[in-house]
């Protein structure tokens, strides 16, 4: 079974700049699309970003992150990063990696989800 781990989160003041990285293990992550989502408290878990299994492969964003946060895979290490800057109060959540066989599709939907990592807690405050 494929584990992902993630890793980076942290405190940040805004207009801080975080990278969170997701590792696999157990498995090569060639084979799987790779999702960010992120779930603030009293709030559902949403998707940020997600890139394609392929190396420099296609990447979806959402609206609100748009121009701030960058996914990128490096498979030869099996960890997918997410570069965020300019990070905002509003970016604060429990940040998810996720992996699926399957495309994630633009919006990049949560359901069909095949793994998921424990989180890392982002805090941007000041």
């Known amino acids: 079974q494929l584990q992902l781990v993630e890793s980076g989160g942290g405190s940040v003041q805004p207009g801080g700049s975080l990278r969170l990285s997701c590792a696999a293990s157990?498995?090569?992550?060639?084979?799987?699309?790779i999702g960010w989502f992120r779930q603030a408290p009293g709030k559902e878990r949403e998707g940020v970003s997600c890139?394609?299994?392929?190396?420099?492969?296609?990447?979806n964003y959402a609206d609100s992150v748009k121009g701030r946060f960058t996914i990128s895979r490096d498979n030869a290490k099996n960890t997918v990063y997410l570069q965020m800057n300019s990070l905002k109060p509003e970016d604060t959540a429990v940040y998810f990696c996720?992996?699926?066989?399957?495309?994630?599709?633009?919006?990049?939907?949560?359901?069909?989800?095949?793994?998921w990592g424990q989180g890392t807690q982002v805090t941007v405050s000041s």
């Open positions: 890139i394609s299994r392929s190396s420099g492969g296609s990447t």
């Open positions: 157990r498995f090569t992550l060639d084979y799987y699309a």
């Open positions: 996720a992996a699926r066989l399957t495309p994630f599709g633009t919006n990049c939907d949560l359901r069909g989800v095949d793994y």
